[in-house]
């Protein structure tokens, strides 16, 4: 329990809890919010585990190796921090990039 709450707690600012608490204040109907967004995630992570069992399914543990290695060497050659232009305007980081700059 201690656990969930401290995780709850690190995740407040999240864009997704934001819009939940902004669609239960506003329209003053939290539980079809909740229940929306439950149905959401358990649908995202069923397709997302029913790929991952495809995936396993279809390519060899040694070309998964392989493309996992690749990927985190390919996520690890891009910058390290934003670059800035001739004009000092830092340029937007892309996902992966912004995800490891967080950490």
């Known amino acids: 329990?201690?656990?969930t709450g401290v995780v709850a707690l690190a995740?407040?600012?999240?864009?997704?809890?934001?819009?939940?608490f902004i669609l239960a204040a506003r329209f003053k109907k939290p539980l079809p919010i909740i229940l929306g967004i439950l149905v959401a995630t358990l649908v995202n992570h069923g397709i997302a585990g029913a790929l991952g069992a495809?995936?396993?399914?279809?390519?060899?543990p040694e070309i998964l190796r392989w493309v996992l290695?690749?990927?985190f060497i390919g996520m690890r050659s891009g910058p390290s921090s934003p670059t800035r232009s001739k004009t000092r305007?830092?340029?937007s980081l892309k996902g992966?990039?912004?995800s490891v700059q967080r950490w």
């Open 1 to 3: 329990m201690v656990s």
């Open 11 to 20: 995740e407040i600012g999240d864009k997704t809890q934001l819009l939940a």
């Open 54 to 60: 495809w995936i396993t399914a279809t390519i060899s």
């Open 69 to 71: 290695g690749l990927s």
């Open 89 to 91: 305007k830092p340029r």
């Open 96 to 98: 992966s990039e912004f």
